[in-house]
């Protein structure tokens, strides 16, 4: 039986876990739920997931969901499947660990000002000082992260952090439809978009596009 995702589209988070799974070409079938329909509500859900939250796996009788223990699982579940998504020795996992930890914690709080301005303040209530300050912030992480490169990816081999950074990263370009000449690659180095050009390179990205982001 194949592993089932449980997912919203355009979760940053979910879509990490969706990256994983492909990086690993581990089988799977994904179950896209609605969040304006109230479906990580509904009864046969919360028994998977009591927190409401996407992602959630259901692997055989084993259920799991917060991303990066899911992503975790993956790799420690499915060791002969595709590429690791930890790899090299235990300081170069340690520093992949830590990379995500810096882009749930740091990066994806520098994206929230531009994400509530954009999709959740009618127009003529965005706040142009608190737009600044998140394109400021956004590219203060930006350059912090140009350090971390370590070749072509963030810790070297293709990892686990390319894959939680990148949905972030690609959720500023979604923003560039509500915030009229906001341009989202300014944001980035042009290292940092050298590294997003091939991450997006990848056979299975565009498996994984949200479904909603293609219509827009």
Request: aromatic share 12%; glycine share 6%.
């Given at each position: 039986?194949?592993?089932?995702?449980?997912y919203?589209?355009?979760?940053?988070?979910?879509?990490?876990v969706?990256?994983?799974?492909?990086?690993?070409?581990?089988?799977?079938?994904?179950?896209?739920?609605?969040?304006?329909?109230?479906?990580?509500?509904?009864?046969?859900f919360?028994?998977l997931?009591?927190?409401?939250?996407v992602?959630?796996?259901?692997?055989?009788?084993?259920?799991?969901?917060?991303?990066?223990?899911?992503?975790?699982?993956?790799?420690?579940?499915?060791?002969g499947?595709?590429?690791?998504?930890?790899?090299?020795?235990?300081r170069?996992?340690?520093?992949?660990r830590?990379?995500?930890?810096?882009?749930?914690?740091?990066?994806?709080?520098?994206?929230?000002?531009?994400?509530?301005?954009a999709?959740?303040?009618?127009?003529?209530?965005?706040?142009k000082?608190?737009?600044?300050?998140?394109i400021?912030?956004?590219?203060?992480?930006?350059?912090?992260?140009?350090?971390?490169?370590?070749?072509?990816?963030?810790a070297?081999?293709?990892?686990a952090?390319?894959?939680?950074?990148?949905?972030?990263?690609?959720?500023?370009?979604?923003c560039?439809?509500?915030?009229?000449?906001?341009d989202?690659?300014?944001?980035?180095?042009?290292?940092?978009?050298?590294?997003k050009?091939?991450?997006e390179?990848?056979?299975y990205?565009?498996?994984?596009?949200?479904p909603h982001?293609?219509?827009?």
């Amino acid at each position: 039986m194949a592993l089932t995702l449980y997912y919203g589209s355009g979760s940053p988070y979910a879509w990490r876990v969706q990256l994983a799974l492909e990086h690993k070409a581990i089988p799977y079938d994904r179950k896209v739920l609605s969040f304006s329909a109230g479906d990580t509500r509904k009864p046969e859900f919360v028994a998977l997931n009591p927190r409401h939250r996407v992602p959630t796996i259901v692997d055989g009788d084993f259920v799991l969901y917060e991303s990066n223990a899911i992503v975790e699982y993956l790799d420690d579940a499915y060791p002969g499947r595709g590429a690791p998504l930890f790899p090299g020795d235990a300081r170069q996992r340690a520093t992949i660990r830590r990379l995500v930890s810096e882009i749930d914690n740091y990066f994806d709080k520098a994206t929230d000002p531009l994400a509530d301005e954009a999709f959740h303040t009618k127009p003529e209530a965005r706040d142009k000082d608190k737009l600044a300050k998140g394109i400021e912030a956004v590219k203060e992480e930006s350059a912090l992260f140009t350090r971390y490169l370590a070749g072509d990816f963030l810790a070297g081999p293709l990892s686990a952090a390319d894959f939680a950074l990148y949905p972030m990263v690609a959720f500023l370009k979604r923003c560039e439809i509500k915030l009229p000449g906001f341009d989202s690659n300014a944001l980035l180095t042009p290292a940092l978009l050298g590294w997003k050009a091939r991450i997006e390179a990848l056979p299975y990205l565009d498996k994984t596009i949200p479904p909603h982001w293609r219509a827009a």
